[in-house]
Every structure is written in C-alpha cells, then in structure tokens.
C-alpha cells in the first residue's frame, strides 16, 4: 500500500470532520487576533477561545481545521529540544474539532476511533486511551467517558489507564472554563507486550496522539467548580507526529513534511548520508527554523528587537550560525525556505503569494547577521573564557544590543563549553534596556468579573425577551442617530475594574454604563478608534418617536417634555466596548438629568468626529496601496492607528523612505483622492475574497463571513471599519512625519480632511512670515533664505579669521611672557575671544617656537564657561611631564575636567572667575614635575 502524504492526511483529517457536519475553519494567523496574552497562536483552540469564555459566537457549532503554531516563548517553549531529538519543533500544525454546546464525549470518542483504526488503519491492539481521575477526590471521576472507550468496537479493556491533574485535566486559567481530557497512545513496539504500567506512556516506546478536551466546568477559584450550563469539545492532533506514525517512521524529520528540507540542506553541503547522519543536529536546526520563519513572515512577522519580531530575528540567526556547523558560510536559509514554499503552498497560499518577501527578508537577515558573527562570537568566547559556570546577564545581553546575538545563540555556544547563562538576568537587562529606549506597554484585558456580570444581565435581558438571541444589535455602517428603551445601567468604577454593579438610576457627574437594544457606535477594532456621542432622554412612549436620522446627519433626534415625561437627562459616551457575546456597552459621564432603567432614549454618534475618522479610515488604505506602488509589494501592514486628528500606519520596509519617495507616496494617495473612486463595499466568505487577492492584516480576527471594501483596481482590504463613500470626502492627504517604529518597521504618520486644511493654513501663515521677516516675495522665499545663509556662513568665515587674528596677536604679546622653570620654557595665557580651534592652532604655534623644553596652558572663556588646551613637547613626556595630567590638574580648579593625548589634551570648566588663578598654578606644578 502507498504510504499517504502528509498534505493528503491534513486533507483527510478535515474531509473526514466535514462529513461529520463540521464548518472547516481556515487556519487563524500565526499572530493571534485580538488576544494580547499570547505571543504566538500555540494551539488550535486560541481562534475559538472567545467563543468558550462566552465574549464571541459562531454561526456554526461544529467546527475543523489544521492550525499553524508557534512554541517558542514562555511556559510553551520548545527551542532547547529542536534539534536534538525527532519529535520537537518551533513550528507545528495541530489538527483539532471542536463543538460549541454540541456533540460531547460519545461522539467525540467514537469519531477519532473511527478515523484512527477505519480510515487510517491504525492498529486497534497498539491504541491506548487514558480519562481522568482525580488524585484528590475533589473532582468525579470521568466514568462516562471511560465507559465510552469500552464500547468502542475492538478496543481493549487493559489498554484503559486512569491519570490524575497533571496529565488528564485541562484548564484555560486559574479561572474559567476546564474540564477533564481523554488521550489517545499508540504503542510504536507492540511486540514488547501489553502495557500494564501507565508510566510506560511517557517513554519514546509510546506516542501521545490525540487529545479530547472535554470542556464541562467553570471554575469559580481554587476550590469551586460550576457545571456549566453548555458542555464544549476542544481537540488536538498534531500533524507531524500522526504524519510519523502513519509514514511508519519514528522521527517526524524523515517524514516528507521535513525530510526534503533535510535532503535540500545536504546539497548544499554535499555531504554523503553517513555525514548528514553525524551531524544530524544541524540538519534538524535548520530545517525546523527555515519552516518556522517561513510561516512567520507570511503572517507579516519579521526579524527585529522586540517580542514576535525578536523571535523571527533569533530563529533566522540561529539556523545560519548553524549552518555554519555543516560548511555553510554564505545565506543559504533561503534556499531551504524555498522547499518550504513549495511543499507547504497548496494548504497554505500565503507562502506562495509572499514567496519574494520570504526569501528577500531571510536572505537580507542573514546577511546582517553574517557582518557582525564573527566579531559577536569571538567577544563571547573571551567573555566565556573568564567565566567559571555562568555568563552574567548583562553580558548576554549586552552581546544582543552590540553584536544582535540573540540569547538562544549565546545560550548554545555556552552549553557547548558546558556553561550556562543567567537567563533572569539577560532579561532583566533587556527589560531596562526596552524601558530605555521607549518600547510600548501591554495590552490589558477585560476582567473575568466584568465578563460574569454582563454575560449574567444578557441572560436576564433575553429571559425578559428585552433582547432577541443575538443581544446588542450593532449597526456602525447605517443610521448614525437611533431610539431604544434603556435596558440596564451598571456603576462604572473603571473599565475593568470587577465593580461594576447593576443599578436603577444615576445622578449628574456619575460615570455609568448604558445598554439599549441596538447602536450604531463603532467599537474599536482593527486601528480605527471607538465612536463618542450622547445619549439622551425623549419623549414618553405615547408621544410620537423620533425617526433615525440620515447616515451622516449630526442633527439630534428630539427630545421633548411630553406628558408624563420627567426632566430631560444626557450621558455623554466617552467609550463603548463589548465585554461579552452579545452586550455591547455605552460608558459615560452624566451631564444633564437622571436616567433611569426603562426611559426612552436617543443614540447619537459624534458625526463630524465620525467623518474625521471616516476620511483618515479611506486614506489609510490608499496610503496602503501607494506604498505597495512605489516601494513595493513588500511593504505590508505592520499596525496602524486610524484616529480623528491624523493616522499612523506602520509597514515593513528595511530602511528609511528618501524625500522623493514620501513625496511621491504622498501624490500617489492624492492623485488617487481627486479621482474620485467610489468604493465598493460588500460582504463574502473569507475564503473566497483570499482567492479574489483582498489583503488580510496579520493579528486581525476574521469570521467565515468578511466585508471587503475595494477601491479601483488598486486597493482591495478585509476591513470592518467605516469609510468615505468615494476617496474625494477624504479632501487632501498630507504626510506628517516618515520614521522608525521598530528594525525593519517605518512608520508614516499623515492628515486627512479638516485636520490637511489645517496644516495647510499653518505652513501657508509661517511661509508668509518668513517671507515678511526676508522681506522677500512669497514665491522667492527660499532663494532669499539661502541667499541669507550664504551670508552668514561668509560673515562667519570673516569673524572667525579676525578671532584667529586677535589670538594670534595675544599670543605674541603672551610669548613675550613666558617663564623659564628650571629648563623648561612655560606660557599660560587667557586669549580673550578665542574658541577651541583657535586655541589649538595658538597651541601649535607656541610648539613651533619651542620643539623642545616646552609646556603651555592657554585659556578662554565661551558663553560663561572656561576652555583650556595644554601642550606639552615630546621630550618632557618621558619624564613625567603630560598635557592630560596637566590639563586635568587645571580644569579640577575650575569645576571641571578633561584629558588627551601626553602631548595635547583639552578641558572645559564652569567657574571663569578662577581661570586666571588656575593658569597661575601651572608654575608649581612644573617646578613639582622637574
């Protein structure tokens, strides 16, 4: 029988769960969207981890996919082992299904079963499952699903193992949902006989395979667990290690996911087989890390200082410091990159689509890593060289900030001396190091306690048909103005405070958070910032409701004093989020009135703040699309800010953008503007809008269903903000400030709209000022200008010769005055108007009258501070006559230092009033001296 392919049991995996009637789920970005916890996707569950802790939901409860994973940061860091066995990786795929209050333990036991011993012709008598038991006896025991494991045709009663915590309890925290796990062993020496001791499953004799989850509790705190009220399945299958096993191999690199990248290195090196196998270490490195940065550069992470960027830049420098083991001392990573790209691309179109960026990016990192080797590794061996066990932190890190060697590098080549490193300590080092040089904060989080209050008043709301299933309507792209009774008030003490409280009504001055059953607020996602507004009290329900105004209209809806209606009341929404799966909230400030649960109220967005934001919105994606024109395709999306006053957009590109560059960017965007392009907006599954060529931003969260806005034929986005309606409401498009946001990531800051006419108007103001101040002609202000600097650069040149001039007559005054000290001819002078220059050429001066025997310290004084210079000829510098010594023993007396060269050497002071006392001590100490 043909052994099958890895790519065809990914494939088979996911047909097999489709048939089961599971919606395939593309794999999530290997940066994850809207979860700032994580640094990298490590598991298939982080994309539905919203949906278990209740804050998302899905328009299907059964879901499949094959997910891209990163472990290599944190609690989850496989780094050390790659390599040095067949099993670890930094990249891997995890196989997994899912129900969301589904399918449970029976179907999700029978089902892997199934695939394992019907499809893919497992051997029933090597498979062994283990449930949960718990070593405490605080939680049941999972009868059910061992009672499940028995029933399944062909397993074996002694092949069932009962594991406590540890390996059989699954937990997203130390709060929230958790439940006990089920896992599946094969036995890859059956002929040894049958396993009776469960700690044989953690021998190489045995493979873990799959993981069922089963997700059935909500743990309050250390000691409580509630059922929940909807019981959840969360499954992993790594691709690799399945791949292995059903290859009939033991190491996953002989498997065709990794061998050809194996087989693309040893031609390379030309090495035979027998020597491939001697340093096979080297061979896994690199394939496992050309991999790994594939996939993380086609997620639109690229090497650089800090967090993801650091890992990329580790990963790339670490294989090619390995190459280095097999003869390979040129770049070379992109080579096995491209083998990446080639198995991978069928599952995986980002590669292909990003195959330049890939190669281009790994190559250009190679090569600065390779300028800076060397000299890094020959430091760290001196460093290693006094080192007993330890590397001090510091050092390590110091060796990062000078030479770019990452830690893990530093790390292996101490481990290979049989050292270690303070690893603490590296990171304390580099954490001052961060704050130092202005790195960003952490992203918070909303609070768990925050999450139980609202998801508790959703439930309430929908009891009370208040809400509909759906809860919170949110309409950011309709109506700016809407009407709807006031379902809840909640106290805020803070955001995320945990305090927030339900409460009947709230006074002037009261910060307090409003839910009606519908908003057209945007809530902030994706750069653009939330909606403000007010919302207001209006008429009873007997009174005639106002009409949602047109989208765009800033006019209030009205609010009158109709019968039976109280005082009107006002909050003004300063921030809107949504803290759970359908309760979206208003927070504000009470300005007017007392609102009470139960009042008629009217919504209202901020519409010229909205408008600002709308404009900034549109610009950003024609910047976008400019950028792609005039630098290159490689210039993709690395964050972006998209506020009222102005927008940020960071991109990857290597260096700085010339002036002509910016320039031309910036006519590209406003050529596009007077264009006039309507844009296109319309919704269509993800998949389909990839293929179609519309860009997905890395760290978003897309759902199956995306709204695309396209714009000509130059700019197509997944975007869920709000935009112009053609690019002409943008009106101008002004480039601020062009910069670095971080190695490898410029950052373009611009205006848009009212805050362009603004600027405008500024530099238009100071270009008539300066103009007036020349008086100069508006048009010739530069010519004038330089005309004006040409000028003073030659008056200048004229000052700065008779300043030389005048020194130079002082010194011939101050000649006249030297002393003779035993044999020694000595000049101290104050040249009144001198600078350091002038002081320098006097210096030389007095040298060329004296070559030998000679010793001078002249002074000056610029802008309140006390220069110094003091020679010294070559002959006295032998006996222990020297300008620095000299020149330091001066300057202490004037409140400062200094020092140079035996022969000359300068020094600046703070008190002018005792030059003259300073330079009289040079006597003495000459005399002291010989």
């Known amino acids: 029988m043909t052994k099958l392919t890895g790519n065809q049991i990914r494939q088979m995996y996911i047909d097999f769960f489709e048939d089961k009637g599971h919606k395939f789920v593309r794999s999530s970005s290997l940066v994850p969207g809207g979860d700032a916890t994580l640094l990298f996707t490590n598991a298939g569950m982080v994309q539905f981890k919203d949906v278990f802790l209740g804050t998302d939901k899905r328009d299907y409860t059964r879901a499949a996919n094959s997910q891209k994973c990163m472990r290599v940061a944190g609690k989850h860091n496989d780094l050390e082992d790659v390599g040095r066995d067949d099993t670890h990786h930094t990249f891997f795929e995890m196989m997994g299904n899912w129900s969301f209050g589904d399918y449970y333990k029976k179907e999700a036991i029978a089902w892997a079963w199934e695939l394992l011993t019907e499809v893919w012709g497992l051997p029933k008598e090597s498979l062994y499952a283990t449930v949960f038991k718990d070593e405490k006896g605080e939680i049941p025991t999972d009868d059910e699903a061992a009672g499940l494991w028995r029933k399944q045709p062909g397993f074996h009663e002694g092949h069932l193992f009962y594991l406590g915590r540890k390996d059989n309890f699954w937990e997203m925290g130390d709060t929230g949902p958790c439940g006990p796990c089920s896992e599946i062993h094969i036995d890859l020496q059956p002929e040894e006989g049958l396993i009776t001791d469960k700690a044989i499953l953690d021998t190489d004799r045995v493979t873990e395979l799959w993981n069922l989850v089963f997700i059935q509790y909500n743990r309050k705190d250390e000691d409580h667990l509630d059922p929940l009220p909807a019981t959840h399945v969360d499954t992993g299958l790594g691709l690799e290690r399945t791949v292995a096993v059903l290859q009939g191999t033991t190491s996953n690199y002989r498997t065709d996911l990794l061998f050809p990248l194996l087989a693309a290195t040893q031609k390379l090196t030309g090495h035979t087989d027998k020597e491939r196998e001697a340093n096979i270490t080297p061979y896994r490195v690199i394939a496992d890390h050309a991999r790994a940065a594939a996939f993380l550069i086609a997620d639109g992470v690229i090497p650089g200082n800090l967090g993801r960027n650091y890992i990329c830049r580790m990963i790339i420098r670490r294989a090619y410091r390995f190459g280095g083991h097999v003869g390979l001392h040129e770049p070379f990573l992109s080579k096995i990159a491209l083998n990446v790209i080639k198995h991978y691309a069928e599952a995986y179109p980002e590669l292909e689509r990003d195959r330049e960026i890939i190669l281009d990016t790994i190559t250009r990192e190679e090569e600065q890593f390779q300028r800076t ?59 001052e190091h961060r704050i130092a040089s202005g790195a960003g904060e952490s992203m918070g989080e909303v609070g768990g306690e925050e999450v139980e209050v609202y998801s508790a008043l959703l439930a309430d709301l929908q009891a009370d048909e208040k809400l509909g299933p759906g809860g919170v309507e949110q309409n950011p792209h309709g109506a700016l103005s809407l009407v709807g009774d006031v379902l809840a008030l909640v106290h805020r ?32 996602a994706g750069g653009q910032v939330s909606d403000t507004g007010t919302i207001t009290g209006v008429p009873s329900p007997q009174e005639p409701s106002p009409q949602p105004s047109p989208t ?60 600002d934001i709308m404009r900034n919105h549109t610009g950003t994606h024609l910047l976008h699309a400019a950028l792609d024109k005039i630098i290159g395709d490689h210039a993709r999306q690395a964050g972006s800010l998209v506020a009222p006053d102005h927008l940020r957009f960071d991109f990857t590109h290597p260096q700085a953008l010339t002036p002509k560059e910016v320039e031309a960017v910036e006519a590209e965007v406003n050529r596009r503007i007077l264009e006039n392009h309507r844009l296109q907006i319309e919704h269509k599954p993800i998949q389909q809008a990839i293929d179609e060529g519309a860009r997905a931003l890395f760290g978003e969260k897309y759902g199956d269903t995306v709204r695309t806005i396209q714009t000509g034929d130059f700019s197509y986005e997944l975007c869920g903000g709000t935009h112009c309606e053609t690019t002409g409401d943008i009106g101008v498009f002004l480039i601020t400030s062009e910069g670095s946001a971080a190695a490898g990531i410029r950052r373009i800051v611009a205006v848009t709209g009212r805050e362009a006419y603004k600027l405008i108007q500024k530099r238009t103001r100071h270009l008539k000022d300066t103009a007036q101040v020349l008086s100069a002609n508006l048009y010739q202000t530069v010519e004038k200008a330089q005309a004006t600097v040409d000028e003073l650069a030659a008056a200048e040149k004229e000052i700065e010769k008779l300043r030389q001039k005048v020194a130079a007559a002082e010194l011939v005054q101050a000649l006249d005055k030297t002393m003779v000290v035993g044999d020694i001819n000595v000049l101290t002078a104050i040249l009144d108007g001198a600078d350091m220059k002038a002081l320098r050429q006097m210096a030389d001066r007095f040298r060329q009258k004296y070559p030998e025997n000679g010793v001078a310290v002249l002074g000056t004084v610029i802008d309140g501070s006390p220069l110094l210079i003091a020679a010294v000829t070559e002959d006295l510098v032998s006996q222990g006559i020297k300008a620095g010594d000299l020149v330091q023993f001066v300057a202490q007396q004037v409140g400062g230092g200094g020092g140079g060269r035996p022969t000359l050497a300068q020094a600046g002071g703070k008190d002018p009033s005792k030059l003259k006392e300073a330079l009289d001590s040079v006597r003495g100490w000459v005399e002291g001296k010989s």
């Open 552 to 611: 765009g209209s800033d006019s209030p809806l009205p609010v009158g004093e109709g019968p039976g209606v109280r005082e009107t009341w006002e909050i003004r929404v300063e921030d809107i989020h949504q803290p759970a799966a359908g309760i979206i909230v208003h927070t504000g400030t009470v300005t007017k009135g007392q609102p009470r649960v139960g009042d008629r109220a009217a919504i209202h967005v901020d519409a010229q703040r909205r408008k």
């Open 373 to 431: 080797l060397n000299k890094g590794t020959a430091h760290l061996e001196d460093l290693l060289d006094t080192v007993e066990t330890t590397l001090p932190g510091d050092q390590a890190a110091d060796l990062y900030t000078t030479y770019g060697m990452p830690l893990e590098i530093t790390r292996d080549i101490a481990q290979e001396r049989g050292l270690s490193v303070d690893e603490d300590g590296f990171h304390q080092a580099m954490e």
């Open 493 to 524: 003490q803070g955001r995320a405070s945990g305090n927030s409280q339900p409460v009947g009504d709230v006074t002037v001055g009261e910060r307090v958070s409003v839910i009606l059953p519908q908003t057209p607020f945007y809530i902030e």
